[in-house]
Nanobody, 118 residues
Framework: QVQVEESGGGLVQPGGSLRLSCAAS????????MGWYRQAPGKQRELVGS???????SYSDSVKGRFGISRDNRKNTVYLQMNSLKPEDTAVYYC????????????WGKGTLVTVSS
């Protein structure tokens, strides 16, 4: 069984920075991708960015140039560094681990709240 757990959310002022972490445990297969999604109140969940275990990254246009995703494969942990935060970045941020192989299994964390406000 695979478990995914986020940490690092909180309150930050506009223009500030915050780093989220996501640790995965259990039977993790390769290849896989770990991604960050977010859901703001009243909106659908959207992809923020992702990184494969071969370190290939992708980002949504809304965060490109402000957010960075990195990964430590030894720890099965992914990080989301968020800079130049805006009030519209306020959301619950979810981590997802997806098996890119035949099974296509996907696992979600419970989310961590990020609030950008003065």
């Amino acid at each position: 069984q695979v478990q995914v757990e986020e940490s690092g959310g909180g309150l930050v002022q506009p223009g500030g920075s915050l780093r989220l972490s996501c640790a995965a445990s259990g039977s993790i297969f390769s290849p896989n991708a770990m991604g960050w999604y977010r859901q703001a109140p009243g909106k659908q969940r959207e992809l923020v960015g992702s990184i494969t275990n071969f370190m290939v990254t992708s980002y949504s246009d809304s965060v490109k140039g402000r957010f960075g995703i990195s990964r430590d494969n030894r720890k099965n942990t992914v990080y989301l560094q968020m800079n130049s935060l805006k009030p519209e970045d306020t959301a619950v941020y979810y981590c997802n681990l997806r098996n890119l192989g035949a099974s296509g299994m996907s696992y979600w964390g419970k989310g961590t709240l990020v609030t950008v406000s003065s």
